[in-house]
């Protein structure tokens, strides 16, 4: 999906005849001279979306809430208009969310001590994923015991970094896809049926690559682990700040160390096939404020 991130008819005559392309921006009324906008209303399991708040007053605080968690607003460089003050947010909508209604709030006090609340109902659309069915030999399928415990223990390292939000934006632009000239991944959202037995969705998007490539930072940030996992084998995960993280997996080697601070583009590790793969590639994740989400759509929105 692409977003046109200015609403109003300048951004619609720029977009031309080519309206597939641009997604249009929701309003929902919030109270006087504030208003909700949405990148979609109907958005699929698995995607990035963007909310907004845009105020005629001036804003002294601002929050939002979707699916438990807060959201981390920004003020974007550019704003929507003159004599708005804009606040924007990244909504991520979770692979496994129930389809169906959910609701998000928000709410804020504006410079003159005004306070005000509001909601919307969005409506998640089923992700169009696929499923494998496969039968494979049962080592294939059950880790050990000992295998078992050492996931679960890596699993919630993984769900205790997830959700630490770094209260700055370390990030600027757009996000990199982070194997140059690579312009589709696969395999996000997919579902695998071992032997009958159904398993987790599969998070990531995959990038073949020969083994020894270069994996780039996607965005400005810090690595928060660079070690050996279960199944992403080696694994690389950048704090981007305001509850966004993305995730490197499967590297032959490591270029950094946890603590290290990146700039979009540096070389973190290089392709491999470490972990629980059948081949050498880059398996690419992204969690915003939790939540599972396809990490080629920050690539095109923000
Ligand atoms: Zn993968």
């Not at 008819?9 to 949405?38: M, Y």
């Not at 929507?80 to 969310?97: E, F, H, Y």
């Not at 494998?132 to 223990?153: I, S």
Request: hydrophobic share 40%; with cysteine.
């Amino acid at each position: 999906m692409v977003f046109a991130l200015p609403s109003g008819a300048a951004a619609q005559k720029k977009a031309g005849p080519r309206k597939t392309v641009s997604a249009q921006w929701s309003r929902q009324e919030c109270s006087a001279g504030i208003d909700l906008f949405f990148s979609a209303m109907e958005p699929r399991q698995g995607s990035l979306q963007l909310v907004e708040i845009r105020s005629r007053k001036r804003l002294a605080e601002v929050s939002g809430k979707w699916n438990g968690d807060e959201l981390q607003f920004w003020t974007p460089s550019s704003g929507a208009g003159k004599g708005l003050d804009v606040r924007r947010a990244l909504l991520g909508i979770d692979l496994a969310l129930a389809a169906g209604a959910h609701d998000f709030a928000a709410a804020g006090k504006t410079a003159d001590g005004e306070a005000f609340s509001c909601g919307a109902t969005l409506t998640v659309r089923e992700g169009q994923f696929a499923v494998e069915k496969l039968t494979v030999a049962p080592q294939f399928v059950e880790p050990n015991p000992e295998q078992l415990a050492r996931a679960e223990e890596e699993g919630k390292r993984l769900r205790e970094i997830f959700a630490t939000v770094t209260p700055e934006k370390l990030w600027s632009g757009r996000f990199r896809v982070p194997i140059t000239g690579a312009t589709n991944g696969r395999n996000f959202g997919r579902r695998r049926v071992l032997n009958g037995e159904p398993s987790s969705p599969h998070t990531g998007v995959d990038f073949p690559a020969p083994a020894g490539t270069s994996i780039h930072a996607a965005q400005d940030g810090r690595v928060v682990l660079a070690e050996p996992l279960y199944f992403s084998g080696n694994t690389v995960i950048i704090d981007h700040g305001l509850g966004v993280y993305t995730l490197y997996g499967h590297l032959s080697a490591f270029g950094v160390k946890a603590g290290d601070a990146v700039v979009a583009g540096s070389v973190i590790g290089k392709v491999g096939a470490t972990g629980r793969v059948t081949g050498p590639h880059l398996h690419w994740g992204l969690t915003v404020n939790r939540a599972k989400v396809n990490a080629l759509d920050i690539t095109r929105s923000l």
